[in-house]
């Protein structure tokens, strides 16, 4: 059983915007901190930005602050990654991961035991 889906990725241009989400149909939506990782290729994963259960406390990677944002809609099972003023450097494969634990602001991977299997973000120049 899937436990983990995102969507919402594509090609844009440097400037634009897009927006990821993200659903649990394995899990418990609001028993887990949610966090959006990225893999560019040759490079390792990376956590990008983190939400708690009530989407009250959020993380950000310093690279990404001010440009995105996290969301999660508990009612709807959802956990949304704004992205604006998206560069070329943001080109990478978003993974959404699920997790149980309060190590989840370090933005970890090994932290996240739940994983999507990625949507592809392309922006080019």
């Known amino acids: 059983q899937v436990q983990v889906s995102e969507s919402g990725g594509g090609l844009v241009q440097a400037g634009e915007s897009l927006r990821l989400s993200c659903t649990t149909p394995g899990l418990t939506f609001d028993d887990y901190a949610m966090g959006w990782f990225r893999q560019a290729p040759g490079k390792e994963r990376e956590g990008v930005s983190a939400?708690?259960?009530?989407?009250?406390?959020?993380y950000y990677a310093d690279n990404v602050k001010g440009r995105f944002t996290i969301s999660r809609d508990n009612a709807n099972g959802t956990v949304y990654l704004q992205m604006n003023s998206l560069r070329p450097e943001d080109t990478a494969m978003y993974y959404c991961?699920?997790?149980?634990?309060?190590?989840?602001?370090?933005?970890?991977?090994?932290?996240?035991?739940?994983w999507g299997q990625g949507t592809q973000v392309t922006v080019s120049s």
């Open positions: 939400i708690n259960w009530n989407g009250k406390i959020t």
């Open positions: 991961a699920a997790s149980g634990t309060v190590r989840f602001k370090l933005l970890l991977p090994l932290d996240y035991p739940f």
